[in-house]
């Protein structure tokens, strides 16, 4: 290429960071960020300052231009470019920006698509224990997670794994997709494919609540028992009644548990509700240790209480 590709970013976490300097630092030959595109700042934390977003905070280290809503300042910039890049945005984009680059909005998703659409693309995967998950980059068009996929990749999700780690790693992964994939656009050569819905399954989007595991069914989990489909977490019975088509076999106990605690960490977090002296309180399982045969809870936090081992929480509270 002659030129270089000029982008749009469209992202606010933290791991969408990882991307955006990829790009910046290994992509300067090919790529010119024109502008990002953000969240507004939030308030953040126990006293509640008001915080710019990891993307936000970066380009600005970077003298990138950006923007925290999209305004007619955003669609005018959107012309310039070739391609509006998105990667875990939070928004969803009105359908009369998608044409205004010229190659379009191309979003990066982190799931085998159609498989895993929708706002927990990572965590889902994890939680039922795949083997492996996909980066996907797709054409944007007007329904979430539905345009034709331009590029995908396999990536394995080794049974060790944690999803920040797992996130961070296909963030990187995403960025040698879209290299390869903006080469072809020189070459004529990029061809993108339609989804097919007969495959496609729906993640919900998450809350402190999705963390929960009744104290009855995490003492049959620690007992390595098999749960029955009643007895499935409510995370999990909500993803089965939205995607009927989908089957599962519930591992055993302990494994479940760690499928459960490596998906879920750091947020919402694992947690409980034990009674002590004839009063409900919440208990975070902080830490788990891993070896295939024997997870392990290592570390836990009693409301109002700071961090200590679980054999110290036994010995002091023996209500599990």
């Keep these: 290429m002659s030129n270089k590709i000029k982008l749009a970013y469209f992202g606010t976490p933290i791991f969408s960071v990882e991307l ?33 977003c990891p993307v936000k905070l970066f380009a600005l280290e970077n003298s990138i231009a950006v923007f925290d809503e999209i305004n007619d300042d ?33 979003n990066v998703h982190p799931s085998a698509l159609p498989a895993y659409r929708g706002p927990s693309p990572i965590v889902f995967p994890m939680l039922l224990g795949d083997s492996e998950s996909a980066i996907s980059l797709i054409q944007m068009d007007e329904k979430m997670d539905h345009g034709a996929i331009i590029a995908q990749e396999k990536t394995d999700i080794p049974l060790d794994i ?17 290299f390869e994939s903006v080469k072809k656009i020189a070459t004529n050569s990029l061809v993108s494919t339609v989804q097919d819905e007969h495959k496609m399954s729906y993640t919900q989007l998450l809350s402190r609540e999705s963390g929960y595991i009744s104290y009855e069914i995490l003492s049959k989990l620690l007992e390595d028992e098999v749960l029955t489909s009643e007895e499935f977490p409510e995370i999990i019975k909500i993803f089965m009644k939205k995607n009927p088509a989908v089957s599962w076999n519930a591992p055993r106990g302990k494994m479940l ?41 290592t570390q836990v936090q009693l409301e109002g209480k700071k961090p200590v081992s679980f054999v110290s929480f036994k010995a002091a509270y023996p209500v599990l």
Excluded at 37 to 48: C, E
Excluded at 86 to 101: C, E, Q
Excluded at 163 to 177: F, G, V, W
């Design 20 to 52: 955006l300097k990829k790009i910046i630092y290994e992509g300067r030959d090919t790529f010119e960020v024109v502008c990002a595109i953000t969240q507004p700042d939030k308030p953040v934390g126990r006293d509640q300052k008001i915080t710019a």
């Design 74 to 106: 955003v669609k005018e910039a959107l012309k310039s470019c070739d391609i509006a890049l998105v990667f875990a945005f939070g928004h969803i984009l009105k359908s009369d920006l998608l044409r205004a680059p010229k190659y379009g909005f191309w």
């Design 162 to 178: 944690l999803h920040n780690e797992l996130l961070t790693k296909m963030a990187q992964m995403s960025y040698y997709i879209l």
């Design 257 to 297: 548990l760690w499928n459960m605690y490596r998906s879920l960490s750091p947020w919402p977090g694992l947690w409980t509700e034990v009674v002590i002296d004839n009063v409900k309180k919440r208990l975070k399982i902080i830490e788990m240790s891993f070896n295939e045969s024997d997870p392990l809870i």
